[in-house]
Structures are given as C-alpha cells and as structure tokens.
C-alpha cells in the first residue's frame, strides 16, 4: 500500500534525528556567526575610539570633567540677565524670519526639482525610461553632497548671504525628496495612466491627471517633514556666513562672556520656533496621510 503521507515507499518516514541534529547544526552556524560579527565590531569600536582620542587636542578622558563648565557658565550668566531675555527675544525675530524664509523657498523649489526628478527616475512612468539610471545617480549626487559643503563652495562664487544658503538646501532637498517621491509613485496604481494614454494623453497629462492626485497626500507630507529639515539646515548654515539666526548666534558665541544671556535667548527662540513648526508640519501630515 502506498504511503501518501511521506512518499510513494511504503514505510518510508523522515529521520527526525537527522533533522533535529541538522536544525541545532543550524542553530550554532548562526550563533557562531553572530558571535564572529560582535567581536570584530566591537574591535573596530575600540580601534576607532582610541584613534579618534589619541587624535583629539587635549584628550577626551582630560577634558571629561570639565565637560558641563560651559553650559554651567553660560546659563548661570542668562539666568543672572534673565530681565533681558523678553527684550532680546525681539531683536532676533527678524533674523528668525530670515532662516524661515530660507527654508521655505529653499523647500519649494527642491520640492518641484523632487517632483520632476522623481516621475523621470520611476520605472513604468519614466518618460525617457532608458534615462532612468542617469536621473537616479543625479538624486544621489544631490543628496550625497552635505548642504554645507555647497554653501562654502558658492559663497566664493557668489560672496555671503541668504542666496547660497537657498541654493545649497534646494539642492540637497531636491535629492532627498526626488529618493522619497519616486518610491512613493513606484507604489501608484497604472490604470488610470494607461486609461489617459488610451485616449491620447501625452505624458505630461498622464503624470498630472494619473500619478500627480494619487501620490499628492504622501508627497506633501514628505515636503512639510523636509521643510522642519531645512529650518536646522538654514541654522546651521549662518555659522558660515549665510545670513539669519545663525549667524546671529555666531557673533554672540564669538564675543564670549558678556553676550552669553544673547546666545541663550537665540536657542530659546530657536527651540521654540522648531517646536511650534515640527507640532504644524505634524498635524497637517497626518491629516494628508490619514485624511481627517
């Protein structure tokens, strides 16, 4: 009679010995393996740590105890001027709209960049689909060049100011965002796109009227997020010289002590800022995501 069970042998069985020592065999391979991983990565922590120190100016294990110093120094003169602080708030806020702005326009024309960079990188809706490799390694050289980076290179061509800090971040966001908008269309339904082509639709009219309306919740979310990304990015870019709220910390940092209240009302006022544009951009994302 034939075993339907295990095999057309009748009496044929699996060697459960066999199978239980093959699964322990298994079992150890990958403890082995994790165990060999976790030695060489805590050998190339240990190496790098003690490269880095013995690099450092002055010793990181010298300097640890006099780590808090400077904060300590710092607020206890901000606490000791705190009248002034309210007073202080105020003449920053120009600067504080400036980095805004920055961000705000750098954001807008990274996000158009994005949006066309995206729909010419996705296969299925690419216009040029043989182009699509060349769009993808011009979104990852965007991205790859920190902000920073292209900031110090056109303030000699163009000289310092808000200019360069624009075109630095739109450049960066425009490949950040292009990654995130051409997963997001990767997703979309092609039916609609097929029907428009059907009837004649250019691409152009197949992207706006097909792709555009389905992946518009999830990109606008994606740009409001990067928009709180390049407010800390436009920050960061007045330490060298390019305009806003950065640059004002920077000048009060520079003088020291005597300005230290200063320094701390630009963090205060920049925390806050931060915070009410993160809880905004939060809100209204999930309203786009989820709908109510």
Do not use: C
């Amino acid at each position: 009679m034939v075993d339907i069970a295990f095999g057309p042998e009748k009496g044929q069985r699996p060697d459960l010995a066999d199978n239980r020592e093959a699964y322990l065999d298994m079992v150890r391979r990958k403890r082995m393996y994790g165990g060999i991983l976790m030695v060489l990565f805590v050998a190339i922590m240990a190496s790098g740590w003690w490269l880095a120190d013995s690099r450092n100016a002055g010793g990181f294990w010298n300097g640890l105890s006099q780590l808090f110093d400077f904060p300590a120094e710092v607020l206890s003169e901000a606490w000791a001027k705190r009248a002034n602080l309210p007073h202080l708030f105020w003449d920053h806020v120009p600067a504080l709209i400036e980095t805004l702005n920055i961000a705000a326009v750098a954001t807008l024309i990274g996000t158009v960049a994005a949006m066309a960079l995206s729909l010419l990188a996705t296969r299925g809706l690419a216009r040029w689909p043989r182009m699509i490799p060349v769009f993808r390694r011009i979104m990852d050289m965007l991205r790859a060049i920190p902000e920073i980076v292209i900031a110090l290179v056109l303030i000699f061509i163009l000289g310092g100011g808000p200019v360069p800090a624009v075109i630095a971040i739109a450049l960066h966001t425009g490949g950040a965002l292009g990654k995130l908008f051409s997963e997001v269309a990767e997703n979309a339904d092609l039916k609609p796109v097929e029907g428009l082509q059907s009837v004649g639709a250019n691409w152009s009219q197949r992207m706006w009227l097909g792709v555009i309306p389905q992946v518009a919740p999830n990109w606008l979310s994606y740009a409001l997020l990067r928009f709180e990304i390049n407010v800390r990015a436009s920050a960061i870019l007045g330490f060298v010289g390019e305009g806003g709220i950065g640059h004002d910390l920077k000048l009060a940092m520079q003088w020291g002590q005597g300005r230290y209240d200063e320094v701390v009302a630009i963090f205060l006022l920049l925390f806050l800022a931060i915070v009410a544009i993160d809880r905004i951009s939060d809100h209204y994302r999930h309203k786009l995501v989820k709908g109510h």
